[in-house]
T-cell receptor, first 118, second 109 residues
Framework: DSGVTQTPKHLITATGQRVTLRCSPR?????VYWYQQSLDQGLQFLIQ???????AKGNILERFSAQQFPDLHSELNLSSLELGDSALYFC?????????????????FGPGTRLTVL | GQNIDQPTEMTATEGAIVQINCTYQ??????LFWYQQHAGEAPTFLSY????GLEEKGRFSSFLSRSKGYSYLLLKELQMKDSASYLC??????????FGGGTRVLVKP
């Protein structure tokens, strides 16, 4: 158990709909990261938040947005869903020392939310 | 940008050794990570290298050569439970990770 929680575990919805995925980081971790993993594909970085502020952006579609709340939990909103959005969505957290060289500061991953768009 | 390459799949026998290579091209380098991921589960951290050389952790070792943009993960005394995907990830600026496509390792009896 990494200490990172994600809800829901599974989500089945229809094209055109909107869903919200939720993540609670490990106690003490200030950074939250969102990743998408499609079938047979690697982890694609979507976005990072640090202490409530957006810190880094990856290949995140305009239909997707995220935020981090004062209690540090984060939500990923996916709208106008398409079949191709079906994937595993992982949240990870870390203390985040700003990438200080030599400091491991590994990311701890939650169990993921499996999204199926029909 | 960043480009990370690793083999798609490898097969090995229980008790043997397997070496998973990872090559990368990156603008800025601040460490290389290896993660293990069982099918449908979360990735779990295995190792971290930021300086050249070998890091050993039990049955797992990881090597880095920054000048060559090259790393490998060595799995010794393979067990059936080691059947999983192994993900190479490079950290550039900040704490953002870019992952390779992963190497699926199948351990056979």
């Amino acid at each position: 158990d990494s200490g990172v929680t994600q809800t829901p575990k599974h989500l089945i919805t229809a094209t055109g709909q909107r869903v919200t995925l939720r993540c609670s980081p490990r106690s003490g971790d200030l950074s939250v990261y969102w990743y998408q993993q499609s079938l047979d594909q690697g982890l694609q970085f979507l976005i990072q938040y640090y202490n409530g502020e957006e810190r880094a952006k990856g290949n995140i579609l305009e239909r997707f947005s995220a935020q981090q709340f004062p209690d540090l939990h984060s939500e990923l909103n996916l709208s106008s869903l398409e079949l191709g959005d079906s994937a595993l969505y992982f949240c990870a957290s870390s203390v985040d020392t700003g990438g200080t060289s030599g400091v491991v500061d590994e990311q701890f991953f939650g169990p993921g939310t499996r999204l199926t768009v029909l | 940008g960043q480009n990370i390459d690793q083999p798609t799949e490898m097969t090995a026998t229980e008790g043997a050794i397997v070496q998973i290579n990872c090559t990368y091209q990156t603008s800025g380098f601040n460490g290389l990570f290896w993660y293990q991921q069982h099918a449908g589960e979360a990735p779990t951290f295995l190792s971290y290298n930021v300086l050249d050389g070998l890091e050993e952790k039990g049955r797992f070792s990881s090597f880095l050569s920054r000048s060559k943009g090259y790393s490998y993960l060595l799995l010794k005394e393979l067990q059936m439970k080691d059947s999983a995907s192994y993900l190479c990830a490079v950290r550039a600026a900040g704490n953002k990770l870019t992952f390779g496509g992963g190497t699926r390792v199948l351990v056979k009896p």
